[in-house]
């Protein structure tokens, strides 16, 4: 099973900033959060991943609250072109071992 | 450049018959994995390998089959003792200084 929860669905206005939670309530001390969307029929892209503290790119900003047990994803503008579904996962930095994607959050930006 | 290479990246098969999906990368990477996209549905694990020669089941391996001979190359068989093959599939190898995962583009594997 997956070890993290997210909504299935999410909307947000075009401008806007998108805020996609994902509940890791289980998250080990040496499992990072990564972050990863899927637009329709594309293999799954990276976005941004962190440990403990809050991490920014080109792409969006990973909230990781201090007990680490949450985390939020942020698009501060986001726009039609981020339509997708966002996954969030845990897991150990340079680990090779299994990994579980679950269903995911399907963000749709709306004009 | 480099990346994951999926092929064929759409592929129409009769019932009964085995399948064969190429997944090849040059990123050097260890760990090769093997999901499966349903409709509306998030992505299931059938296989991964950690290291050449070595793979162990996924959620779902029932029906599948993998070989690692090569560090470049993770090929999944859909045999036909897998009784709902029409899917989504995607290839992924890590990084493992960073653990982050990259993906082929996937193949669409019909069964008429």
């Known amino acids: 099973d997956a070890k993290t929860t997210q909504p299935p669905s999410m909307d947000c206005a075009e401008g806007r900033a998108a805020n996609l939670p994902c509940n890791h309530s289980?998250?080990?001390?040496?499992?990072?959060v990564y972050w990863y969307r899927q637009i329709h029929s594309q293999g799954p892209q990276y976005i941004i991943h962190?440990?403990?503290n809050n991490e920014t790119n080109e792409m969006a900003s990973l909230i990781i609250t201090e007990d680490r047990k949450s985390s939020t994803l942020i698009l501060p503008h986001a726009t039609l072109r981020d339509t997708a579904v966002y996954y969030c996962?845990?897991?150990?930095?340079?680990?090779?071992?299994?990994?579980?994607f679950g269903k995911g959050t399907k963000l749709t930006v709306n004009p | 450049d480099g990346g994951i290479t999926q092929s064929p990246k759409y592929l129409f098969r009769k019932e009964g018959q085995n399948v064969t999906l190429s997944c090849e990368q040059n990123?050097?990477?260890?760990?090769m994995y093997w999901y499966r996209q349903d409709p509306g549905q998030g992505l299931r694990l059938i296989y991964y390998s950690q290291i050449v020669n070595d793979f162990q089941k996924g959620d779902i391996a029932e029906g599948y089959s993998v070989s690692r001979e090569k560090k470049e190359s993770f090929p999944l068989t859909v045999t036909s003792a897998q009784k709902n093959p029409t899917a989504f599939y995607l290839c992924?190898?890590?990084?493992?200084?960073?653990?982050?995962?990259?993906f082929g583009e996937g193949s669409r594997l019909t069964v008429l």
């Open positions: 992924a190898s890590t990084r493992t200084d960073t653990g982050e995962l990259f």
């Open positions: 962190g440990l403990k």
């Open positions: 996962i845990v897991r150990g930095q340079g680990g090779s071992e299994k990994l579980v």
């Open positions: 990123l050097n990477h260890d760990a």
């Open positions: 289980t998250i080990s001390g040496n499992e990072y």
